[in-house]
């Protein structure tokens, strides 16, 4: 199936000069028409250069993000997640509420057959924070790939 400019003519970002929303809540997720509806399989986005903010301290926190998903009626537009995730620069939040957040928005505005995201978090005081989270046990036809992040081991 070919996407028309009638499957994308709702989209606001698009090839179009947008700037970085200044928060999370702000940012404008869409979403398309899933192509291949029907058919079960993952999309997988990597984010390995995500920020955000301490909300104690205001110091940057840095995470490699990896969202991973079972389309059900809609797919989302990779520019506007990139946009979302750039959001999170200047928001004050602990990795498991940036986590969540990003998670849990995604399935409201998805409703995927599936869904999980690993966050690896790089160390905030000495202690990497990895923050898993899944919508459910993924569907037994569909190829679930590992997400293969190495644990934090320093500079050694």
């Given at each position: 199936?070919?996407?028309?400019?009638?499957?994308?003519?709702?989209?606001?970002?698009?090839g179009q000069?947008?700037?970085?929303?200044?928060?999370?809540?702000?940012?404008?997720?869409?979403?398309?028409?899933?192509?291949?509806?029907?058919?079960?399989?993952?999309?997988?986005?990597?984010?390995?250069?995500?920020?955000?903010?301490?909300?104690?301290?205001?110091?940057?926190?840095?995470?490699?993000?990896?969202?991973?998903?079972?389309?059900?009626?809609?797919?989302?537009?990779?520019?506007?997640?990139?946009?979302?995730?750039?959001?999170?620069?200047?928001?004050?939040?602990?990795?498991?509420?940036?986590?969540?957040?990003?998670?849990?928005?995604?399935?409201?505005?998805?409703?995927?057959?599936?869904?999980?995201?690993?966050?690896?978090?790089?160390?905030?005081?000495?202690?990497?924070?990895?923050?898993?989270?899944?919508?459910?046990?993924?569907?037994?036809?569909?190829?679930?790939?590992?997400?293969?992040?190495?644990?934090?081991?320093g500079r050694?």
């Open positions: 199936m070919t996407l028309t400019k009638n499957d994308t003519q709702n989209l606001t970002q698009l000069k947008v700037s970085v929303p200044s928060c999370p809540e702000e940012a404008v997720l869409e979403r398309i028409a899933n192509p291949h509806p029907g058919k079960s399989y993952m999309v997988r986005f990597t984010a390995p250069e995500f920020t955000s903010l301490c909300p104690i301290t205001s110091q940057p926190d840095f995470a490699h993000i990896i969202i991973d998903y079972v389309p059900n009626d809609w797919i989302i537009e990779s520019k506007s997640l990139k946009l979302y995730l750039t959001s999170f620069r200047n928001h004050g939040a602990f990795h498991e509420a940036c986590t969540l957040t990003i998670a849990t928005t995604l399935v409201e505005r998805l409703a995927p057959l599936w869904l999980r995201i690993g966050a690896y978090w790089y160390p905030r005081g000495g202690i990497p924070i990895d923050v898993f989270w899944q919508t459910s046990s993924p569907p037994k036809d569909v190829w679930i790939a590992k997400q293969k992040v190495p644990p934090y081991r050694g």
